[in-house]
């Protein structure tokens, strides 16, 4: 599409959620926000980027569809879109389907609590991995909608393999029912899902024609749809699958449970695809370009032979990549080797140098100077000055793996947990071991209802009180910091709880005619529960869930607006790898506190696990405030950010520019005669158009472009750089149907 006027707002390109792992996920920044501002000079585009391989940037144009839809539709949402909408569906409703009864599911096969943990927290960091595979070759080599397709098959029969190995015949044979299992999670639905988190929402808004206003609005309620789908498919799962696994249904047995879970997830997919291939006519389709990461990958990589503190950066990661590669062996050899602690112990090792290199060369990245043009280097001055701002961001995204840990124990950890409460519901007696149980799995659910509750409330009651109260807007470094103290009080206060549960004592029944006393077990694990009701296990649920409204939608515009606009998806590439290495922490710490985690909690200390995670998670508060306050990331407030005016003078006239919640540039009165040769442009308030809330780069970079010009009247000109406006509070609460 053509680049838009000065009063049209942008098509964007928005990148797909990832965070889906724990419970609903967390879509992207430019999924949420479809307007960003841009201004052109004298209508047309300056830009000095190129490509990687020629070190030039591509051009931020929209590219035009290679095939158009075969006919135009009034309502693109509904008879384009639907489909889209309903492939989202499908595909969360069976991820969630899947997960919420996975950590029981591998204990099946044979393996202890803590290997089934650690196996499906590394499963979960490769749901978050596979995305840039995913995103990468939808931009560069098939396109989406030949991603999506041929993704959609391959997650479809991962699947069905998981659902096979369920099978109580299959089940008989248990190392053959394990390799199903594995293979169909770990090559089909981890790959799978990632292509489709990657591609889905952002196939979805290239149906729309944003120059066209009606399409705009549609455009919001799509994505408005698409975060009420992921809830809805969150909230069946955790409410309906978690029972039917455990417990069966009326025409389903107990031992089937897992087996129709997964075929359920299995045939939704199915019915989605078909309705998702049979609308293939209806569809625009992009053209494949350059990414983002490709870009950035040969950026970095060539910044290594010229500083050392590049190469620091670029070995951190390295490491990165290295824990999550040895996490697997790490997972998979924890009940039968030795070999599978001491590897966790240089997982853990590998991310905290990971983090190291990261926080002290992300926080001032002027050693890439050297590789400017201007400095004798080979890249453009441009290129280089916007790759900072991404690095910039690097400190931030370290301090959210701690988050990223303690929002994984929902699944795992949690569960385990919760379990071994009293589970019971309408029990007629103390000793009545046949009452209903409530599935531990199911308290998931508090998660997908916290976010659709208290994100509203945050925006409309919470933060507008704060500011009533302070005379401020609470800043994005604020709302971070109040996230993870929840967060870390939550992980000592689990510990508390885990004390609490097991010295309430064990559930027991008796038999009437021998008085022999047995036991009461859960369903699930067939482990003793503890006099502890289950309801009282909510509070660790519920401040994590808190935590995530607070730390993932103010995450998320962070990212929005503090990179250019065409590296927003390599940003959020950082943050799918932050989600993933804390999952891989949560494995490794599960794995490291083995011998305080047997597969009877009420027989060791699990608490121990918590109280360390308190620690990390207090020593991450400290280095956060201390380097967040160095660098001045995320102090600025909503106001600052989404107010900010910009002042253009020239020859003798200045006029004055104010962004409104639209992205829109409203010209407002000239001022004042003012002599002067050159046309220069000032940044008033915190924010550039580089994002640096410290440094004003588009005077700099940009004041030689206008002094070119003979302008007697305020024109626009080109930013790629990503000056966004903040979203709504509606589109904010989709950013956090997380993980």
Known sequence: MHSPSLKSPVQHDPTSNPRGSHGPETLEPEALEPFSVALTLNDSVHSTRIDPHQLEQPSMIQPKPIKFRQNEYDNILLHVCSFILILEFAERLSYYGINQGLKNFIDK??????????????WTSICYLSPILGGYIADEKWGRFKTLAVFGIWYTIGIYTVSIS?????????QLASWLCHCGLFVGVAVGTGAIKANVITFGADQFDTQISSQVVQLHQYFKYFYSLINIGAIFSYGYLSVLCVQGAHTISTKYGYFATFYICGTIMVIAYLMFYLAWPRYNHQATQTSALTELWYVIRGNCEYSFEARQLFSGLIAFILALILNIFAAFLTDSYSSGHYLSYIVVIFILYAMYTWIRYGRNASYMDKSMASNGGKYNDEVIEEIKQLVRVLPFACFMIFWECAYDQLDANFQSITQQCDLRIGAKSIVDAHADQVPGALLGIIDPITIIVFIPALDTIIYPFYTKIVGNSPSAYGKVLVGLIIATFAMMWTGVFEVLRRESGILTTFDPETDEVFPILDQALMQPMNHMYWAYAIPNYLMIAIAECLINVTAYELLYREVPLHLKSACQTIHLLTVAIGSNLTSSFTILFQAHFPQNLNDGNFEYMYYTLAAVGLVNLVFYITIMKQTAFGMNRADDVNNFEITCSFNADEMEAEYDHLGTCKPHHCAKAQTGDSFELEIMGHQNFYGNSRDCDAKKQYTSICQSQ???????????????VAPSNQDKTMASTSQ
């Open 710 to 724: 003979n302008l007697r009247e305020p024109s626009s000109f080109e930013s790629n750089t990503g000056i966004g």
């Open 166 to 174: 369920a099978l109580p015949e299959v089940m008989e044979y248990p």
């Open 109 to 122: 096969f044979g393996w202890s609590q803590v290997a089934s943990n650690a196996i499906k927290s590394t």
